[in-house]
């Protein structure tokens, strides 16, 4: 188990090097500058140039990878990197290491550190909002879009996994049918369109809105409980739809193939309730395909989160993504791609150890 | 090796039943309550307030203000996007009356003199004890004086990034950013003045624009450091607390204002949202105290008969007009020009577009009443004549049509402008013009399209501006930029006239000058192929006020912008 | 695993060898009434892309074909939007487009992964590693966040991607079909494209690590063929069914991305008469504040039938190539991720 873990974790270093430079990569080769946008009408050779300067943007294609990722101090004159003696190498990794020693409780000195990328969860700054760092905006929107996924993902489950295995148990019944018809519209119906529909006719028929939509500011949860949820409950429902119909779905045809196996013959030969049988003997084994469809569709709720995000109108960073690739701002999409790209590789991680942890063939295969 | 699985020692532990039962009732009993708080948390439609007519303007309240474009910075001398809330946290010299064309003394200067006959010199007396907030958490409570004024001048004169230069480089009599700092002058701690090289009639209109925002020596002179897109370090009437550009921006009371008992407002909270349907939504259900969305006239209808809204119109300076390069053929050759002009059916989009309230635009927009030329001259000359746009196309040489790509900037949220552009096509599709509509982003639309004139046809707002001399700088072969026009255009005369237009200070002869610019404009039909204005629209919740109407002129005694919007529910 | 499934495709449906098709057809439809429904969807949608200029009682784009904003009624089932475009018509159309977009990026992705995939699995060895960490490297970004980057980096107007296309390639830059501004979709469908192939690339070359092992193939590299020759002319054409069944998995997927970016506004251009932008605003607008709720009802319906209909035949399609699933709700494929 641990060498599985030991091994999958090192596969992670190349993915996440490869991931970061294809994303740079991507969005260095786009023409034209993002200096077009903020100096607007008054764009002259002269502006762009200082605009460009200012974001980094003039410097060789390595050089401004290195600094996004923060392996290169972002000073371009004398920086530290340009060492001519050995001696200067210790200080060069002092210095990126600083931010984590800092973290650590252990730097002592005082200089500022002239590291600011990726690798110290510095991610840039905004081209279209001037001065904003995407480390600032993250703090707001990385807690919405959170809460989302996990409500969402809660959603699915209580919705999911229930009618999964009554339809199981209950195969052929009208019950059986109103599940798997469910859960094939669930799946079919785009999730955006849901949100519109709960917006136009709640709003339309009832004058309804979702509580607390449009105060641009989610309430966090620990500082008002009821009006977090209230905020969320909607969103989360509807973007858990498409999850719940996959689990619904993996959960009966789970069911239904253990509800064959001999050990569950054996259960009601022994005379066992069919609860019993059911809960302590069916269920537990059929639950492990259907944990790592919960891990597996965390991708999908990331892509979902900007659809939803933009139809309530949330500020979580599937909107922030948007508005940035809308915005073009160019610098802030890059830096957040990798993040999602990052959390996305992360989650998989542990959902493919905790599928070993869970299924011992894997972990001895 | 016999270890054993979660699910194994799960088993063992002998879950039993109880413990299942007690998971699903706990499950069961938070889904009923999510369903309870979701829908008992309704809002919408439930908030109806009415306006208490007993109320007089008092202090205290706050509101929130909706907001369809993402604010970009509040650094008055760089940032265009949040100019609105700009002009709420520093002070400017004096505010203006947009339709009468006059300054009122409301602000920093007490007054303004222009001694000699040509207009050059201008001497401001300035008020005194206005200081800086004492929320700054540097520079607090530094005096607004005439260094304050020189300063500022020459921060939005000469910052490389800082918008239309034109003015400061009159003041400075050239365009070299060395030349500003010694023209402008300080005699005394109250004193500011400059002369400039020659008479710019524009001049009275920019300093009262909220792009000339008065801050402290030292705020300039920091003003690097103090990353003034994000922070508000002002004497104005509000100071911002919170900066987020794309989600909220928080404003609250400055204490120190200086007129005693301003603003009445404890704070304004500006939330962003670019779609406008929830934007109007969020409105609706009471969560916004002043709208932002974008309204038709159908909304201003619907509100007009609710008692809980307030709703007011006035005509929009918005101003969508069709370029056309005249380096490229065929639209060198007047005569499709004018055909492409008068097939636009323009009554449709007043209808459509407009729902009927519409006037038609000359090159300068119809809301400029005093300079823009009559709307029967107008509707008489852009009369629609499909037949005689097709014979001036046979004779043209272009009896078939011919086919080009109109170019857009994709702008989301301003949906109108697309079903505009979208009537156009329809119109030329009579004259057997096939026009493909080709949306570009903001950016590359202006860095690679406009700017450098690579278009065939494109469909552009031009920025609204309540002063004569702007669209006409469209036509001026240096262009509204100073630095060349997009669209080839080039005609001695009308540069001869507008530069008159801009020295003459004498309102009558300017007005002349002005319709004899226009009416040559008309004649060419070009560059520019100018269309209809409509209203714009504005709501509020009854319970919040504004000193004076919506679009309407200030009054005399109007106090600087915000200072006097007040609430009922303080 | 793909081989399983299109050799026993025929078993239930050739019951008896004399029966004539039509009948053979029906019984399968007896059996399977909600996959049969499903290609009712699927069929209609088909005929409605291919004979929309037909079936379209209005040009789409035509404004003022009727009063403005009128609700459903008989002259126009679908209502009338804000200009008076006749919804039933752009509904109508929304299905060539969405077609139109879905054909191109699934051949578009299905050449490049299929290529990637064969190449990688037949060499083996480096090339292989080398193009499975890249593979690895794309599958680590969640694929909505891979289109809207794709999008916002080959969306521009200025792009590389887009001025090659313009300028060095056949692709035909006006009206495609009575579709305008083809660029601009071809455009999008490669980005969608580029997302599917990411999707299928690892799926054909798993089918082709096991076919090479066979001994046709070892045959006719004894016989002197070359490389090339062995992919293209035993490989594809062993991996061309597995082909064809992904790319009809993935063809409503396409279709729903079109529909999500275009409805996000980063998709056509505006006013293009798509299902994914017809919801947006200002239609959107309309519905949610002015009560104009079809609008955005219609197109979003159509939509789901569409997906509705793919999904109910794939289910269906795996009950009939593995019956131990019998009625397990399993359709067959990945599925849309959060779409």
């Given at each position: 188990m641990r060498n599985y873990m030991f091994r999958r974790l090192l596969l992670i270093i190349p993915i996440m090097i490869l991931v970061s430079f294809m994303t740079h990569l991507t969005f260095r080769l786009i023409p034209g500058s993002p200096a077009h946008l903020i100096c607007q009408?008054?764009?002259t050779d002269e502006v762009i140039a200082a605009i460009e300067a200012q974001h980094g943007l003039d410097e060789n294609f390595f050089r401004q990878y290195g600094e996004w990722l923060g392996v290169l101090p972002d000073d371009d004159v004398g920086s530290t990197f340009t060492y001519t003696s050995p001696g200067d190498y210790p200080d060069y990794f002092r210095e990126f290491a600083r931010p984590y020693a800092e973290f650590l409780g252990l730097s002592s000195d005082d200089k500022p550190n002239q590291f600011h990328g990726v690798m110290q969860a510095e991610f840039g700054e905004s081209v279209i909002i001037r001065d904003e760092a995407v480390t600032d905006r993250l703090q707001n929107t990385l807690p919405v879009t959170l809460e989302l996924m996990i409500l969402s993902l809660l959603f699915a489950v209580v919705l999911g996994i229930p009618a999964g295995v009554l339809s199981a148990i209950r195969p052929g019944t009208p019950l059986d049918w109103i599940v798997r018809l469910t859960s094939v519209a669930w799946l079919s119906v785009p999730n955006f369109y849901v949100a519109i529909l709960v917006i136009t006719f709640g709003q339309a028929w009832f004058g309804w809105l979702p509580p607390n939509f449009g105060t641009g500011h989610a309430v966090g949860f620990f500082e008002d409980p009821l009006q977090n949820l209230e905020t969320y409950f909607f969103p989360s429902l509807v973007l858990s739809l498409g999850i719940a119909a996959v689990i619904m779905r993996l959960t009966r045809s789970s069911m239904l193939e253990v509800m064959r196996n001999d050990y569950v013959r054996t259960a009601w030969s022994k005379g066992l309730r069919e609860r019993t049988v059911v809960w302590r003997h069916a269920l537990k084994n059929a639950m492990i395909p259907v944990l790592t469809i919960i891990g597996l569709q965390v991708g999908g709720l990331i892509g979902g989160s900007v659809l939803i995000e933009s139809v309530f109108a949330l500020n979580g960073m599937g909107n922030y993504l948007l508005t940035s690739v809308i915005t073009r701002d160019l610098l802030v999409v890059q830096s957040l791609v990798l993040i999602f790209a990052v959390v996305f590789v992360l989650i998989n991680l542990i959902v493919d150890v905790s599928y070993a942890w869970l299924d011992p063939r894997i972990r001895y295969g | 090796m016999q270890e054993q699985n979660y699910w194994q020692r799960l088993a063992r532990k002998k879950v039993s039943r109880r413990a299942l039962l007690g998971t699903g009732a706990t499950t069961a009993l938070g889904g009923a309550a999510a369903l309870v708080v979701g829908c008992g948390g309704s809002n919408g439609g439930g908030q109806k307030i009415t306006s208490d007519p007993n109320r007089t303007p008092g202090p205290g309240g706050s509101v929130t203000w909706g907001r369809p474009v993402s604010v970009g910075g509040i650094d008055p001398h760089l940032d265009l996007t949040g100019l609105d809330i700009a002009t709420l946290v520093y002070p400017y010299l004096y505010g203006w009356q947009p339709g009468a064309e006059r300054v009122i003394f409301?602000?920093?200067?007490?007054s303004l003199e222009m001694p000699d006959p040509d207009h050059t010199e201008f001497i401001f007396t300035l008020r005194e004890g206005v200081k800086n907030s004492s929320l700054l958490p540097e520079f607090a409570g530094e005096d607004i004086d005439s260094e304050a004024c020189r300063q500022s001048f020459i921060r939005r004169g000469t910052s490389i990034t800082a918008p239309d230069k034109r003015f400061p480089h009159k003041i400075a009599g050239?365009?070299?950013?060395?030349?500003l700092p010694p023209a402008l002058k300080t005699p005394d701690k109250y004193t500011f003045s400059f002369k400039m090289a020659e008479p710019f009639v524009p001049a009275v209109r920019e300093m009262a624009n909220p792009t000339w925002g008065i801050m402290s020596p030292s705020v300039c002179e920091n003003a690097p450091r103090l990353v003034l897109g994000q922070n508000s370090y002002g004497a104005g009437p509000f100071y911002c607390t919170e900066f987020n550009g794309n989600e909220r921006i928080v404003l609250v009371k400055n204490p120190d204002y200086w007129i005693e008992g301003h603003p009445y407002l404890d704070g304004i909270t500006y939330v962003i949202i670019t779609d406008n349907s929830s934007l109007l939504a969020a409105f609706k259900a009471g969560q916004h105290d002043i709208s932002g969305a974008i309204l038709g006239k159908e909304d201003f209808d619907d509100f007009s008969t609710d008692t809980s809204k307030t709703v007011a119109k006035a005509p929009s300076l918005f101003y969508p007009v069709v370029h056309m390069n005249l380096r490229r053929a065929p639209f060198d050759e007047i005569r499709v020009r004018e055909a492409l002009n008068i097939a636009i059916d323009r009554d449709l989009i007043i209808t459509l577009v407009q729902s009927g309230e519409g006037e038609y635009n000359g090159p300068?927009?119809?809301?400029?009443v005093k300079w823009a030329l009559p709307q029967e001259k107008l509707r008489a000359f852009y009369k629609r004549d499909v037949e005689r746009a097709k014979q001036l196309m046979a004779d043209a040489g272009y009896a078939d049509g011919f086919s080009t790509k109109m170019k857009t900037p994709r702008?989301?949220?301003?949906?109108f402008l697309n079903d505009i552009a979208r009537i156009l096509v329809d119109s030329w599709k009579e004259i057997n013009v096939d026009v493909q509509i080709d949306e570009v982003e903001l950016g590359a639309y202006i860095g690679s399209t406009l700017l450098p004139g690579n278009f065939d046809m494109t469909f552009f707002p031009n920025l609204p501006y309540d002063e004569p001399d702007r669209p006409l700088a469209f036509y001026h072969s240096l262009g509204v930029t100073g630095a060349g026009n997009w669209t080839g255009y080039t005609n001695p005369d009308l540069d001869r006239l507008i530069e008159a237009q801009s020295r003459e200070f004498n309102e009558e002869k300017r007005q002349q000058i002005i319709t004899e610019a226009q009416e040559l404009i008309l004649e060419e039909h070009g560059p520019q192929l100018t269309t209809v204005g409509g209203m714009a629209f504005s709501a509020t919740q009854a319970y919040v006020h504004f000193p004076f109407e919506f679009g309407a002129d200030p009054p005399e005694d109007a106090k600087p912008f915000g200072t006097e919007l007040w609430t009922e529910l303080s | 695993m793909a081989r399983a499934v299109t050799l026993e495709l025929d078993q239930p449906i050739a019951p008896s060898r004399r029966a004539p098709l039509w009948l053979k057809l029906l019984r399968v439809a007896r059996a399977h009434p909600l996959g049969a429904l499903g290609l009712l969807c699927v069929v209609i949608m088909l005929s409605c892309a291919i004979f929309a200029d037909l079936i379209m009682?209005?040009?789409?784009?035509?404004?003022?074909?009727?009063?403005?904003?009128?609700?459903?009624?008989?002259?126009?089932p679908f209502g009338t939007d804000r200009l008076g475009g006749d919804v039933f018509s752009r509904t109508i159309f929304g299905a060539r487009i969405g077609m139109l977009i879905g054909l191109v990026s699934v051949t578009i992705g299905m050449s490049l992964g299929s290529t990637i995939g064969i190449i990688s699995g037949y060499f083996g060895g480096f090339i292989d590693s080398l193009i499975q960490r890249l593979v690895d490297a794309l599958l680590a970004f969640p694929a909505v966040v891979l289109l809207l980057a794709i999008i916002a980096v080959i969306g521009d107007e200025e792009s590389a991607v887009r001025q090659f296309l313009a300028n060095s390639t056949p692709v035909p830059q006006g009206t495609v079909w009575g579709v305008p501004n083809f660029l601009d979709i071809f455009v999008i469908s490669i980005g969608i494209g580029v997302a599917i192939a990411v999707g299928s690339a690892r799926v054909v070359r798993g089918a082709v690590l096991s076919l090479k092992e066979n001994v046709y193939i070892e045959a006719a590299r004894a016989m002197g063929a070359t490389d090339a020759r062995i992919m293209r002319r035993h490989i594809l054409p062993n991996v061309a069914a597995l082909i064809v069944v992904l790319g009809t998995i993935f063809l409503p997927i396409a279709i729903l991305a079109e529909a999500a970016i275009s409805f996000l506004g980063i998709g056509v251009p505006q006013g293009t008469p798509s299902w994914g932008s017809d919801m947006a605003n200002p239609n959107r607008d309309d519905a949610v504040n002015r009560g104009i709720w079809w609008v955005v009802f219609f197109p979003g319906l159509a939509l789901s039938l569409v997906v509705l209909g793919f999904n109910l035949v794939g289910d269906s399609f795996r009950d009939i190539s593995d019956p131990r699933l019998r009625g397990s709700g399993m359709s067959g494929g990945p599925k849309p991720p959060g779409l």
């Amino acid at each position: 188990m641990r060498n599985y873990m030991f091994r999958r974790l090192l596969l992670i270093i190349p993915i996440m090097i490869l991931v970061s430079f294809m994303t740079h990569l991507t969005f260095r080769l786009i023409p034209g500058s993002p200096a077009h946008l903020i100096c607007q009408f008054q764009c002259t050779d002269e502006v762009i140039a200082a605009i460009e300067a200012q974001h980094g943007l003039d410097e060789n294609f390595f050089r401004q990878y290195g600094e996004w990722l923060g392996v290169l101090p972002d000073d371009d004159v004398g920086s530290t990197f340009t060492y001519t003696s050995p001696g200067d190498y210790p200080d060069y990794f002092r210095e990126f290491a600083r931010p984590y020693a800092e973290f650590l409780g252990l730097s002592s000195d005082d200089k500022p550190n002239q590291f600011h990328g990726v690798m110290q969860a510095e991610f840039g700054e905004s081209v279209i909002i001037r001065d904003e760092a995407v480390t600032d905006r993250l703090q707001n929107t990385l807690p919405v879009t959170l809460e989302l996924m996990i409500l969402s993902l809660l959603f699915a489950v209580v919705l999911g996994i229930p009618a999964g295995v009554l339809s199981a148990i209950r195969p052929g019944t009208p019950l059986d049918w109103i599940v798997r018809l469910t859960s094939v519209a669930w799946l079919s119906v785009p999730n955006f369109y849901v949100a519109i529909l709960v917006i136009t006719f709640g709003q339309a028929w009832f004058g309804w809105l979702p509580p607390n939509f449009g105060t641009g500011h989610a309430v966090g949860f620990f500082e008002d409980p009821l009006q977090n949820l209230e905020t969320y409950f909607f969103p989360s429902l509807v973007l858990s739809l498409g999850i719940a119909a996959v689990i619904m779905r993996l959960t009966r045809s789970s069911m239904l193939e253990v509800m064959r196996n001999d050990y569950v013959r054996t259960a009601w030969s022994k005379g066992l309730r069919e609860r019993t049988v059911v809960w302590r003997h069916a269920l537990k084994n059929a639950m492990i395909p259907v944990l790592t469809i919960i891990g597996l569709q965390v991708g999908g709720l990331i892509g979902g989160s900007v659809l939803i995000e933009s139809v309530f109108a949330l500020n979580g960073m599937g909107n922030y993504l948007l508005t940035s690739v809308i915005t073009r701002d160019l610098l802030v999409v890059q830096s957040l791609v990798l993040i999602f790209a990052v959390v996305f590789v992360l989650i998989n991680l542990i959902v493919d150890v905790s599928y070993a942890w869970l299924d011992p063939r894997i972990r001895y295969g | 090796m016999q270890e054993q699985n979660y699910w194994q020692r799960l088993a063992r532990k002998k879950v039993s039943r109880r413990a299942l039962l007690g998971t699903g009732a706990t499950t069961a009993l938070g889904g009923a309550a999510a369903l309870v708080v979701g829908c008992g948390g309704s809002n919408g439609g439930g908030q109806k307030i009415t306006s208490d007519p007993n109320r007089t303007p008092g202090p205290g309240g706050s509101v929130t203000w909706g907001r369809p474009v993402s604010v970009g910075g509040i650094d008055p001398h760089l940032d265009l996007t949040g100019l609105d809330i700009a002009t709420l946290v520093y002070p400017y010299l004096y505010g203006w009356q947009p339709g009468a064309e006059r300054v009122i003394f409301n602000n920093l200067a007490l007054s303004l003199e222009m001694p000699d006959p040509d207009h050059t010199e201008f001497i401001f007396t300035l008020r005194e004890g206005v200081k800086n907030s004492s929320l700054l958490p540097e520079f607090a409570g530094e005096d607004i004086d005439s260094e304050a004024c020189r300063q500022s001048f020459i921060r939005r004169g000469t910052s490389i990034t800082a918008p239309d230069k034109r003015f400061p480089h009159k003041i400075a009599g050239s365009s070299d950013p060395d030349m500003l700092p010694p023209a402008l002058k300080t005699p005394d701690k109250y004193t500011f003045s400059f002369k400039m090289a020659e008479p710019f009639v524009p001049a009275v209109r920019e300093m009262a624009n909220p792009t000339w925002g008065i801050m402290s020596p030292s705020v300039c002179e920091n003003a690097p450091r103090l990353v003034l897109g994000q922070n508000s370090y002002g004497a104005g009437p509000f100071y911002c607390t919170e900066f987020n550009g794309n989600e909220r921006i928080v404003l609250v009371k400055n204490p120190d204002y200086w007129i005693e008992g301003h603003p009445y407002l404890d704070g304004i909270t500006y939330v962003i949202i670019t779609d406008n349907s929830s934007l109007l939504a969020a409105f609706k259900a009471g969560q916004h105290d002043i709208s932002g969305a974008i309204l038709g006239k159908e909304d201003f209808d619907d509100f007009s008969t609710d008692t809980s809204k307030t709703v007011a119109k006035a005509p929009s300076l918005f101003y969508p007009v069709v370029h056309m390069n005249l380096r490229r053929a065929p639209f060198d050759e007047i005569r499709v020009r004018e055909a492409l002009n008068i097939a636009i059916d323009r009554d449709l989009i007043i209808t459509l577009v407009q729902s009927g309230e519409g006037e038609y635009n000359g090159p300068i927009q119809w809301p400029q009443v005093k300079w823009a030329l009559p709307q029967e001259k107008l509707r008489a000359f852009y009369k629609r004549d499909v037949e005689r746009a097709k014979q001036l196309m046979a004779d043209a040489g272009y009896a078939d049509g011919f086919s080009t790509k109109m170019k857009t900037p994709r702008l989301p949220g301003i949906n109108f402008l697309n079903d505009i552009a979208r009537i156009l096509v329809d119109s030329w599709k009579e004259i057997n013009v096939d026009v493909q509509i080709d949306e570009v982003e903001l950016g590359a639309y202006i860095g690679s399209t406009l700017l450098p004139g690579n278009f065939d046809m494109t469909f552009f707002p031009n920025l609204p501006y309540d002063e004569p001399d702007r669209p006409l700088a469209f036509y001026h072969s240096l262009g509204v930029t100073g630095a060349g026009n997009w669209t080839g255009y080039t005609n001695p005369d009308l540069d001869r006239l507008i530069e008159a237009q801009s020295r003459e200070f004498n309102e009558e002869k300017r007005q002349q000058i002005i319709t004899e610019a226009q009416e040559l404009i008309l004649e060419e039909h070009g560059p520019q192929l100018t269309t209809v204005g409509g209203m714009a629209f504005s709501a509020t919740q009854a319970y919040v006020h504004f000193p004076f109407e919506f679009g309407a002129d200030p009054p005399e005694d109007a106090k600087p912008f915000g200072t006097e919007l007040w609430t009922e529910l303080s | 695993m793909a081989r399983a499934v299109t050799l026993e495709l025929d078993q239930p449906i050739a019951p008896s060898r004399r029966a004539p098709l039509w009948l053979k057809l029906l019984r399968v439809a007896r059996a399977h009434p909600l996959g049969a429904l499903g290609l009712l969807c699927v069929v209609i949608m088909l005929s409605c892309a291919i004979f929309a200029d037909l079936i379209m009682p209005y040009d789409p784009d035509a404004l003022q074909a009727g009063p403005v904003k009128e609700a459903p009624t008989f002259a126009h089932p679908f209502g009338t939007d804000r200009l008076g475009g006749d919804v039933f018509s752009r509904t109508i159309f929304g299905a060539r487009i969405g077609m139109l977009i879905g054909l191109v990026s699934v051949t578009i992705g299905m050449s490049l992964g299929s290529t990637i995939g064969i190449i990688s699995g037949y060499f083996g060895g480096f090339i292989d590693s080398l193009i499975q960490r890249l593979v690895d490297a794309l599958l680590a970004f969640p694929a909505v966040v891979l289109l809207l980057a794709i999008i916002a980096v080959i969306g521009d107007e200025e792009s590389a991607v887009r001025q090659f296309l313009a300028n060095s390639t056949p692709v035909p830059q006006g009206t495609v079909w009575g579709v305008p501004n083809f660029l601009d979709i071809f455009v999008i469908s490669i980005g969608i494209g580029v997302a599917i192939a990411v999707g299928s690339a690892r799926v054909v070359r798993g089918a082709v690590l096991s076919l090479k092992e066979n001994v046709y193939i070892e045959a006719a590299r004894a016989m002197g063929a070359t490389d090339a020759r062995i992919m293209r002319r035993h490989i594809l054409p062993n991996v061309a069914a597995l082909i064809v069944v992904l790319g009809t998995i993935f063809l409503p997927i396409a279709i729903l991305a079109e529909a999500a970016i275009s409805f996000l506004g980063i998709g056509v251009p505006q006013g293009t008469p798509s299902w994914g932008s017809d919801m947006a605003n200002p239609n959107r607008d309309d519905a949610v504040n002015r009560g104009i709720w079809w609008v955005v009802f219609f197109p979003g319906l159509a939509l789901s039938l569409v997906v509705l209909g793919f999904n109910l035949v794939g289910d269906s399609f795996r009950d009939i190539s593995d019956p131990r699933l019998r009625g397990s709700g399993m359709s067959g494929g990945p599925k849309p991720p959060g779409l």
